[in-house]
């Protein structure tokens, strides 16, 4: 069973940055693509960065230029690495994997904390 965990998060002042990690296994790392999404009290999940297993990026346009992915697949691990934050920033971060990068987000690690005080 694949498992996701992340962890980083942390209360951070508006402006500072952080860095998200997400640690894989019992998944073919190399060819799934990654991603993270955010959700915050009273709202919908929401699709942040992806990164395919060939390094594409993509992102939302609300963390454009201050947020960046990246993957090491020696180590299955991703990374959301988020400058500049701002209080809307401010969520519970999820890692997940579409392990057979077929279009499907199946894998989900438990969440992250992220608190962006102002």
């Known amino acids: 069973q694949v498992q996701l965990v992340e962890s980083g998060g942390g209360l951070v002042q508006a402006g500072g940055s952080l860095r998200l990690s997400c640690s894989a296994s019992?998944?073919?790392?190399?060819?799934?693509?990654m991603a993270w999404y955010r959700q915050a009290p009273g709202k919908q999940r929401e699709l942040v960065a992806t990164i395919t297993s060939g390094g594409r990026t993509d992102y939302a346009d609300s963390v454009k230029g201050r947020f960046t992915i990246s993957r090491d697949n020696a180590k299955k691990t991703a990374y959301l690495q988020m400058s500049s934050l701002k209080p809307e920033d401010a969520a519970v971060y999820y890692c997940s994997a579409d392990r057979w990068a077929i279009g499907s987000f199946d894998s989900w690690g438990p969440g992250t904390q992220v608190t962006v005080s102002s």
């Open positions: 019992e998944i073919i790392f190399s060819i799934a693509t």
